[in-house]
């Protein structure tokens, strides 16, 4: 069953309709279902990022049995347990992507009983930018998966972020949740002090005339029933059970407004009644409708924080409440008998088997998760019980043992085992035996972190690799590689808050030695070499979303192109997808690229580049006009767009199919993108850069110091040389030239020249991409400018004061400020009388602005003079 529509097939749902990653949450789960059926639909589907939760005690019950065990978890997919007082029991599936997704959230179990056998009802919600209340709903589900997991302490921050990831995905995901103004509303429980029944009790009214609910499990004492029919002073309450599956127990002092009925035939004639639903009706006749995982019980409804279950349900209102209980039969209940007195012997005696069988099966296999990370497995010390390590058996996914380990270190509440000591493949290891001094053993997968990450890219990332993986082949395909960055940086940016958060969660986890503390966080640009080892570093972005493209760009294209043919060599197909993911799927047939003309490629590549410095440049635009706007971003942005157009400029110097005197990123794309980056970077009406550093804490910030090293490199790349002397006859156009040259570098150099960081990457950039005839004078021009900066820099700041009282005149070449105002902004005279003195400034069309010479006050060291240094 499904509320809005009469049947649906959620397996059907997959095959029609394209995503990106899932998240599943289930109570039982039947793991050969899910990893040779639904995972597969859903690869097929475009889906490489896949999550699913469970209830930590049905897992356990599945590692008993070999061959129910989650032979692809950790490697294929991401598998959460969720450990709670009560049951883990929702039952949500949220597929997404980019721009769209569907959100289920019913009865229905992740087995195949639970996805076409029995009779379940679940609610479907369709997910785009039209349906808003589509885009409310999901925010709210995946808020709850989140706060879930911030409560299982044996997992750590790993989880939480490997789950928070989906918003690279799907990144309509993040934002806040309005207020719904449709007929449904979601309900899931957490670990507040607020119970289920008391969030849904709200929304109804103080007096309700009849309630009909059909469920398949109840309390003991049907406490739930009895609170619900007295605090809302219910007259009748109508259940509908299926005798041959119900589990529940009668009890004389029931109220006689509690009536069971046999729904046996509700919906169809077949299949286990598993389904749960609530209508209740006032004596005005309005009417709401619950859905989802919820049954009549104690536990799901009523329970502390300490004993209650995780639960998800779907409340409908109005006249959509009363269309869905009529689609799905449940008004029909008063017209179905009532239970006899043989139905309730029998459904006595097969509940007491029952209780004997569940009392037999008592003892639950202990089971957990280990991370494995490079050559060791790390494991909470919790997972042993408090007891001492013994011995590792590490099983294969066809549980062959692969080899034993008899020693661990203890690290901060964690185990750490060395995998170095048993040959074998590491990715093969799918679980692993762990066992104690006292013989308890505990059956735990094992959770691959790089082969998931692996995984952490959407489709957009996937064609990057793939496209950059071709620039070092005969036929490079560099249209796809530049459209696939401009869709990554620009379409959409994740939202990035103007100050650096910490995950409080991950601070947590580190204090507690769940997760390691890392020695230095990495920054994007990570290809030079590391220096200030022991530094402090700040990454501007997360790994998981724009981070994971700047990573690559910066990482993979600073390599050149003798390693851009490794950038791939993770057994993944063009889509990104390993050998795994690839069986039984039958992509449209790729028929091969032919080989196209050299000219054709610089050609449509200069188009690509002039659109992408184009958008770069309104980018800059966008951000510096307004005022409450994170100002960072678009600092990471330029740096990626940088790392990808100096790799272009590689291409020019050593690809051997480069036509002569052509180039991928030609010198007016050159120009154009300097002076817009010193337009908005250092223009006095802009000032972005210095906008970006004053939302940043006053640790080193690498990634500024990396664009630093960039726009100095795009400076040479440009032709700004200020080492040549002025020359007698220098024509008026070629004057103004130098100067402007000038005033250029007079806004980088200074910057780079005492910044370890922004040198080292204004080295390598210069001298990657230099011709290899010209490296000498390459390198003596990065010399020269970083020692003129150098003075620059030094003498600027102790020659302020002396500058306004000494008032000099101007002239052509000097470095001047308006000494009218705090924090000047520093420009270079073009020319200057003794009213009016013309500087460069970019932010006007023709470069230059006047000022009242009387308002300047000038720096005593002539630009020329330090250039000849």
Not at 39 to 52: C, E, F, P, T, Y
Not at 69 to 84: E, I, N
Not at 715 to 726: F, L, N, P, Q, Y
């Amino acid at each position: 069953m499904q509320s809005g529509e009469q049947e649906v097939s959620i397996y059907e749902v997959l095959k029609d309709r394209k995503f990106e990653a899932s998240v599943i949450t289930t109570y039982n789960v039947y793991f050969p279902f899910y990893e040779d059926v639904v995972l597969r639909r859903l690869s097929a589907s475009g889906a490489r990022h896949n999550i699913l939760i469970v209830d930590k005690k049905q897992l356990a019950d599945c590692m008993k049995t070999p061959s129910l065990r989650p032979r692809l978890a950790g490697y294929g997919y991401t598998l959460v347990p969720m450990d709670f007082g009560g049951a883990f029991h929702p039952k949500i599936a949220l597929f997404v992507e980019r721009r769209k997704g569907i959100l289920f959230v019913g009865s229905h179990n992740m087995t195949i009983s639970g996805f076409g056998i029995n009779r379940e009802l679940t609610t479907k919600v369709d997910i785009s930018a039209k349906e808003k209340s589509g885009v409310n709903s999901a925010r709210y589900v995946f808020q709850s998966i989140l706060a879930w997991v911030t409560t299982q302490q044996d997992l750590g921050a790993y989880y939480f972020e490997t789950i928070q990831s989906l918003t690279q995905f799907a990144p309509w995901l993040k934002g806040k949740i309005e207020e719904s103004t449709t007929g449904i509303q979601l309900y899931c429980s957490d670990s507040n002090e607020k119970s289920l029944w008391e969030k849904v009790k709200e929304v109804l009214p103080k007096r309700i005339k009849r309630v009909l609910s059909i469920s398949p499990f109840f309390d003991s004492r049907l406490h739930f029933l009895s609170t619900a029919a007295s605090e809302l002073q219910i007259e009748e309450i109508i259940i509908g059970v299926e005798p041959s599956s119900v589990e529940i127990e009668k009890h004389g002092s029931l109220s006689g407004a509690i009536k069971f009925v046999d729904a046996s035939q509700l919906y169809k004639k077949h299949g286990y009644l598993h389904a749960k639903a609530y209508l209740f009706e006032d004596h005005s006749h309005n009417h709401w409708l619950i859905t989802g995982s919820a049954n009549a019980s104690f536990p799901a409804w009523l329970a502390g924080p300490s004993e209650r279950n995780i639960e998800a349900i779907v409340l409908h209102k109005g006249e959509l409440a009363i269309t869905e209980a009529k689609k799905i039969g449940i008004v029909e209940l008063p017209s179905f008998p009532e239970l006899s007195e043989t139905q309730w012997i029998e459904i006595a005696e097969r509940r007491k088997k029952q209780k004997e069988s569940e009392t037999k099966s008592l003892i639950q296999q202990k089971t957990g998760t280990c991370l494995c990370e490079g050559d060791q497995l790390v494991l909470s010390e919790k997972l042993l019980g408090g007891k001492v390590f013994d011995n590792a058996i590490c099983y294969d996914a066809s549980h062959n043992i692969l080899g034993a380990i008899s020693k661990c270190e203890y690290l901060d509440g964690n185990v750490i085992i060395s995998l170095k000591a048993i040959q074998t493949d590491i990715p093969s290891i799918r679980f692993v035996q762990l066992e104690t001094s006292d013989k308890n053993n505990c059956f735990a997968y094992v959770h691959h972190r790089e082969q998931i990450e692996r995984k952490l890219v959407c489709s957009h990332q996937a064609q990057f690799r793939a496209s950059l993986a071709s620039l070092s082949s005969e036929n490079p395909d560099i249209e796809r590689l530049i459209v696939t960055v401009e869709k990554i940086i620009f379409d959409n940016p994740p939202e990035i808050p103007p100050h650096l958060r910490k995950d409080p969660f991950k601070k947590a986890a580190q204090e507690e030695g769940l997760v390691d503390k890392p020695k230095e966080i990495d920054s994007l640009a990570v290809h030079l070499k590391e220096t200030s080892a022991e530094k402090k570093r700040i990454r501007l972005v997360r790994s998981g979303d724009l981070g994971h493209l700047l990573d690559v760009l910066i990482h993979h294209l600073g390599m050149g192109l003798e390693k851009s043919r490794d950038v791939i060599k993770d057994s993944t197909d063009q889509l990104g997808r390993s050998e795994e993911e690839q069986i039984g799927i039958d992509d449209a047939e790729q028929n091969d690229r032919t080989k196209i003309d050299p000219i054709v490629i610089v050609k449509t590549c200069n188009n690509k580049v002039r659109n992408l410095v184009g958008r770069m440049l309104k980018q800059l635009d966008a951000v510096s006009s307004k005022q409450e706007v994170d100002h960072v971003l678009p600092i990471v942005q330029l740096v990626a767009v940088l790392a990808l157009l100096r790799e272009l400029r590689l291409l020019d110097v050593n690809a051997p199919w480069m036509p002569v005197g052509t180039s991928l990123f030609p010198l007016k794309e050159r120009e154009r993108l300097l002076l817009g980056c010193i337009k908005y970077l250092y223009g006095a009406s802009f000032h972005l850069f210095e906008k970006a550093l004053q939302e940043l804490t006053d640790e080193p910030k690498d990634e500024i110091s990396r664009l630093r090293g960039l726009l100095l490199w795009l400076a040479r790349d440009s032709g700004i040389d200020i080492r040549s002397r002025v020359i007698l006859g220098e024509t008026l156009e070629e004057r103004r030239t130098r100067i402007i040259n000038q005033y250029q570098m007079l806004c980088l150099a200074p910057a780079v020249s005492k910044d370890d960081i922004a040198k080292e990457e204004a080295s390598i950039s210069i001298l990657h991409t230099a011709n290899p005839i010209k490296k000498a004078d390459a390198a003596e021009w990065l010399k020269k400018h970083l020692i003129w900066g150098h003075c620059l820099k030094g003498y600027i700041p102790k020659n302020f004061d002396r500058a306004k009282i000494a008032k000099r005149p101007p002239q052509t070449g000097d470095i001047v400020f308006n000494s009218l105002i705090e924090n000047p902004t520093l420009f270079v005279v073009l020319r200057a009388t003794n009213s009016l003195t013309n500087v460069v400034n970019f932010e006007k069309d023709n470069l230059e602005g006047g000022y009242a010479t009387s308002c300047l006050a000038v720096l005593d060291i002539p630009l020329a003079v330090l250039a000849m240094h």
